[in-house]
Structures are given as structure tokens and as C-alpha cells.
Nanobody
Framework: QVQLVESGGGLVQAGGSLRLSCAASGRTFSNYAVSWFRQAPGKEREFVSTIRRSDGYPYYAASEKDRFTISRDNAKNTVHLHMSTLKPEDTAVYFC???????????????WGQGTQVTVSS
């Protein structure tokens, strides 16, 4: 089992920035790929970003590529998602998830956090 706890969400104005954190406990964190997904009200959960377990290579959804940065600190069992130039359409609950490999498909992930709310006002 891996327990995940997200933090760092909140209310921010459009154009602002937030840094989300995902803290893990349980099994060796470095063995897993870690990803962020988000879910807005009435919408399906969608992929945001992932970071590989082997080399820390990041990958982003197209709309986030130039605005978000994912990083991991295996020594601290933590992954961060730095979000800049936020837009109202970024408003959602953001979840971190771990799995054996990086994937844009939520079904490929074994463990999930409870999520943290991000609200971007216009």
C-alpha cells in the first residue's frame, strides 16, 4: 500500500501560481511513476502530468506543457506540481496517483490521494 496526501491547493486569481505537493508513505516511493490528474465538476478525471520512476522524465498534457512543472524528490517521498499562469478552466480537484509506469490513463494507477481543490477566479 502507498498512502498519498496532496496539499497546496487554494484560491488564486487568474494569472497566478500555486505549487501542489504529493507526499507518500508506505512502499518505496522511487519504485513508482507519479502523476497528477484533475477533475472539474461534471467532468471526467483528466490527465495533467506525469514523472517517470526511472529517470524522472516529465510529460504533460498539451494544455499544461508550458505552464506546469512536475518534479520529484525521492529522498523526501514527495512530488510537486508547480502551476503558473493559471486560468479559470484550471479549476478542479487535483489528485496525485502512483503506478508502475507513467500513463495518461487513470485506470493504470494503483493508488490515489484524496485530492486538493484548486480554484482560479477570473
Amino acid at each position: 500500500q502507498v498512502q498519498l496526501v496532496e496539499s497546496g491547493g487554494g484560491l488564486v486569481q487568474a494569472g497566478g501560481s500555486l505549487r501542489l505537493s504529493c507526499a507518500a508513505s508506505g512502499r518505496t516511493f522511487s519504485n513508482y511513476a507519479v502523476s497528477w490528474f484533475r477533475q472539474a465538476p461534471g467532468k471526467e478525471r483528466e490527465f495533467v502530468s506525469t514523472i517517470r520512476r526511472s529517470d524522472g522524465y516529465p510529460y504533460y498534457a498539451a494544455s499544461e506543457k508550458d505552464r506546469f512543472t512536475i518534479s520529484r524528490d525521492n529522498a523526501k517521498n514527495t512530488v510537486h506540481l508547480h502551476m503558473s499562469t493559471l486560468k479559470p478552466e484550471d479549476t478542479a480537484v487535483y489528485f496525485c496517483a502512483v503506478g508502475d509506469f507513467s500513463s495518461v490513463n487513470a485506470n493504470d494507477y494503483k493508488f490515489w490521494g484524496q485530492g486538493t481543490q484548486v480554484t482560479v477566479s477570473s
